[in-house]
């Protein structure tokens, strides 16, 4: 049974500005964070992070977080003030994997509506060999920006590992910033600021 949402309603949990994921102005100023520009993690032990930069522009585009035996990809975008992204961008992401031959499912998740997704991997350019790979996406409308998860390994369907890395993405704060954006445009993001603690080590 599919839920009804309006397009530009917006989409988080009912304790985000409490339990995350926060805002810039919501986190508390003396908790350890490593600065990566339009977000900020938490370093914990086990916790290792990956830049993923665009070939040609050299621009870091997203944040790969490996932890607990899972991987989780966040992305900020800049959003309208009093409307939502998710509901929109998610059903964008269902069609565009539905095209490359995967099969999707929205589910009501702990973040609100997610996409769970069987997505084709391609064997040496071949994705007929019967082979995918399962995927979560989840994603939060905060105050002016909207963020996006994608989870895999374990946490894709495990509900122990699933746990922890709704733990993880549950600590992300995001930094807006107060310069215009167009909704949508990605909140640059940047190699620390600080050299990270030996529990979030970083990985370009």
């Known amino acids: 049974m599919e839920a009804d949402y309006v397009l ?7 304790d ?5 994921p926060l805002d810039e102005h919501e986190a508390s100023p003396v908790r350890p964070y490593v600065d990566l520009g339009g977000v900020k993690i938490v370093p914990r032990e086990g916790l290792h992070l990956r830049l993923e930069v665009e070939e040609g522009s050299k621009r870091v585009v997203a944040v790969g977080l490996d932890f607990a035996k899972s991987t989780l990809q966040v992305q900020p975008f800049a959003a309208p003030r009093s409307t939502g992204l998710w509901h929109e961008i998610r059903e964008q992401i269902a069609d565009q994997i539905r095209k490359q031959g995967g099969t999707t499912t929205e589910i009501e998740g702990p973040f609100g509506p997610e996409i769970r997704a069987e997505i084709p991997v391609a064997a040496g350019g071949d994705t007929s060999a019967g082979t995918s790979r399962l995927a979560r996406f989840v994603g939060v409308d ?4 909207f963020l996006r998860g994608v989870i895999a390994g374990e946490a894709a369907a495990d509900p122990e590992a699933a746990e922890k890395i709704e733990d993880l993405f549950r600590s992300v704060v995001v930094v807006r910033g107060n310069d215009p954006m167009p909704p949508r445009d990605l909140i640059p993001l940047h190699m620390p600021k600080a050299a990270p603690t030996d529990a979030a080590k970083t990985v370009v």
């Not at 905060?142 to 920006?145: A, D, F, H, L, S």
């Open 8 to 14: 530009d309603d917006k989409s988080a949990p009912d």
């Open 16 to 20: 985000r500005a409490e339990n995350g």
């Open 142 to 145: 905060g105050p002016r920006w």
